[in-house]
């Protein structure tokens, strides 16, 4: 009896533990982290460093640009924003609207705008991306945008 009462006792403990232990972040904090990337993301893409761009997304991470399929995975990553970098974006701008908080995932809601080297502007719209939290680090792990630009007309 005395036995099974211990082990129910750690077993309590332990939950509780763990339950602690897995607490969420403040909403302001992850907010925070989740702008300090993007900082870093703007900074990559001014220097023109698509390797810098895919290492602040997850290992399994995936694009999904319009009018292509899915782009998956670090080197595909890499691939498409060093061609996106290489076509004569030279800067990004990316405004946080919005960032929600589950516990190691976190999505956020923003705009954004690419700009040439005379700092005019390509493009500009709007983006969602589900971050996720790798060690201590917040990462994007699923990124989709869309132009807010009227079509060209032909």
Known sequence: MRKRFR????????????CSLAVPA??????????AANKQFQDAAAKGDGAGLAALYTPDAQLLPAGSDFVSGTAAIQKFWQGVLDSGI???ALKTVEVEGHGMVAHEV????LRDQAGQTLDKGKYVVIWKKVGTQWKLHRDIWTTSLAPAKP
């Open 110 to 113: 923003g705009q954004y705008e």
């Open 26 to 35: 403040r909403a302001e904090d992850v907010r925070a982290a989740i702008e």
């Open 7 to 18: 082990q129910a006792v750690g077993l309590s403990f332990g939950l509780v533990l763990a």
């Open 90 to 92: 030279k800067g990004a």
